[in-house]
C-alpha cells in the first residue's frame, strides 16, 4: 500500500483480556518497528524486526507483550492479561532495510489502546 | 538512552525562520542526523536527515557543524500549522538493523 496501515485504530478493553494490534508496512520495506506513546509523553520503542528476525527484544515492557512478522511483512504486537498501564498509542513504522543513508521510517497513524 | 539533547520549547513568530538547535556530540564519523516532527494526535512525519553536507528540502534545511556535534533544523518561513514537537535522532548500528531511540524534542509553538 501507500503506507504503513495499523489496525484497529481504536480498541478499547477491558483489563485481563488480551488484545492484537496489526501492522502492514510499506510493500518492499523490510525494516519494522513498534513504538508507544503514553499522554503526553514521548515515543517508547518497544521492538524492531529486519525481516521476520527481531534482533532486539529489549524495549518490551514486560513477558505479556510479544511481537511476531510473518512473510516479511505483516507484524502483530500482543499483549496479554492488559493492565490500565498498558493503555497508549502504539505507532508502528517501517523502512528500507533499516535507517542510515536510505532516508527515514514512515509511521502508521497508530493504535489507541485503551484498557478499562 | 537517545543520543541528543534538544531544548524543550521554542516559539516562533508566523512568517519568521524556525531555527531548531540539536546537540550530538557523541555522534560517530558514519551515523546520520534526522529529524522527524510529531504534530498532535498524528504518527511521526520524516522531515530531512543528513551526514556531513548541509542538506535542503521541501520542508526543511538542515546545517550540521563541521565538527557534526550539533546541527540545526531551519523551517524558513514557520506557519501555525508547523506547530508540533520535533524531533532530532542519530540512529546507530545494532545487531541486524539500525535502532532509533526518541528523546523528549522541542515543543515548537508557531504564533501568529
Known amino acids: 500500500g501507500a503506507g504503513v496501515s495499523q489496525s484497529p485504530s481504536n480498541k478499547v478493553t477491558e483489563k485481563g483480556k488480551d488484545v492484537e494490534l496489526r501492522c502492514d508496512p510499506i510493500s518492499g520495506h523490510t525494516a519494522l518497528y513498534w513504538y508507544r506513546q503514553s499522554l503526553g509523553q514521548g515515543l517508547e520503542f518497544l521492538i524492531y524486526f529486519q525481516g521476520n528476525s527481531a534482533p532486539d527484544k529489549s524495549g518490551l515492557p514486560s513477558d505479556r507483550f510479544s511481537a511476531e512478522r510473518t512473510g516479511g511483512s505483516v507484524s502483530t504486537l500482543t499483549i496479554q492479561r492488559t493492565q490500565q498501564e498498558d493503555s497508549a498509542v502504539y505507532l508502528c513504522?517501517?523502512?528500507?532495510?533499516?535507517?542510515?543513508?536510505?532516508?527515514?521510517?514512515?509511521f502508521g497513524s497508530g493504535t489507541r489502546l485503551t484498557v478499562v | 538512552d537517545a543520543k541528543t539533547t534538544q531544548p524543550t520549547s521554542m516559539d516562533c513568530a508566523e512568517g519568521r525562520a524556525a531555527n531548531l538547535p540539536c546537540n550530538h556530540s557523541?555522534?560517530?564519523?558514519?551515523?546520520?542526523v534526522y529529524w522527524y516532527r510529531q504534530i498532535h494526535s498524528q504518527g511521526p512525519q520524516y522531515i530531512i536527515h543528513g551526514l556531513k553536507n548541509n542538506e535542503t528540502n521541501e520542508m526543511a534545511s538542515l546545517i550540521i557543524t563541521e565538527d557534526r556535534k550539533s546541527s540545526t533544523l531551519i523551517l524558513p518561513h514557520a506557519t501555525l500549522r508547523d506547530t508540533a514537537v520535533y524531533y532530532c535522532i542519530v540512529p546507530w548500528a545494532d545487531t541486524g538493523g539500525f535502532k532509533t531511540i526518541f528523546g523528549a524534542g522541542t515543543r515548537l509553538f508557531v504564533k501568529a
Open positions: 513504522a517501517s523502512s528500507l532495510r533499516g535507517q542510515g543513508a536510505l532516508g527515514g521510517y514512515t
Open positions: 557523541t555522534i560517530s564519523g558514519n551515523e546520520y
